[in-house]
């Protein structure tokens, strides 16, 4: 009988560029640190650039210093969405605790333990609400992150200060009924998840982590477009939970 996984970590991998294989290593020697039993699920999301090869041959590098590690991979032939990978992954996920962050780490490693923590005290489902560090270079990221976070919380009446934060951790077994009502497979699935589980009656809760940007990695988000995106999406799926309502 396989052991009992404690944690399971969801990597969505799209175009992940030269920063990857430090923060492969820098997340599994975090998860090491800890005592819980721990699962990395990668989910390739079409990457174009060899995310995929460098994500399997460190894992395999790995095991062979680790034979006990819990490596699984997983792989869409075409790009999805980032919303599409982590719903793959959770799929896949067999911990009690399941969660997902950005690989490159912009919210550092050391930050899954309170989030983890979180949840294991007693709450559905944790988010990690960015506070930015001092980067001239960002601005524009932070202004409009910020601008949605208020909007959202206007306009579909969230609790949650930092809905799409890609740092967010579950309790797996009240999240899975969640997952086949989450119709967006992009950037907008980290509101729709929240925003879900609040509706559905479960305990969401918010923990404080740094945001510190990565200038050396190209990032896939595009700002001003993809916060039109979100706009219409927000304004969408208002009216949908209208509806529903």
């Not at 460190?58 to 919303?83: C, K, Y």
């Not at 001092?134 to 601005?139: A, G, I």
């Amino acid at each position: 009988m396989a052991a009992e996984i404690d944690l399971s970590v969801i990597v969505p991998l799209y175009q992940e560029g030269p920063t990857l294989r430090d923060s492969l290593v820098r997340l599994a020697a975090a998860l090491a640190a800890g005592t819980r039993r721990w699962e990395i699920v990668f989910v390739d999301d079409g990457s174009r650039d060899g995310s995929r090869q460098v994500a399997e041959h460190w894992a395999v590098e790995h095991r062979q210093g680790d034979p006990t590690a819990e490596i699984r991979s997983a792989h869409h032939a075409r790009n999805r969405g980032r919303g599409a990978a982590v719903k793959t992954g959770l799929l896949a996920a067999r911990g009690t605790v399941a969660g997902f962050l950005d690989i490159d780490l912009e919210v550092g490693e050391q930050f899954i333990d309170p989030c983890v923590a979180a949840v294991e005290a007693g709450a559905d489902v944790v988010v990690g609400e960015r506070e930015y560090a001092l980067q001239p270079r960002s601005w524009l990221r932070h202004l409009l992150s910020k601008g949605y976070a208020s909007l959202c919380r206007s306009v579909i009446h969230t609790s949650v200060r930092d809905t799409e934060a890609g740092f967010k951790w579950f309790r797996r077994e009240a999240l899975l009924p969640l997952l086949d009502h989450i119709e967006d497979d992009g950037w907008f699935f980290d509101t729709e998840v929240v925003v879900r589980a609040e509706r559905a009656g479960l305990t969401v809760i918010s923990v404080p982590v740094e945001f510190v940007r990565r200038f050396e990695k190209t990032s896939t988000v595009r700002p001003l477009r993809d916060s039109l995106v979100y706009l219409r999406r927000l304004f969408a799926f208002r009216r949908a939970l209208g509806r529903a309502a």
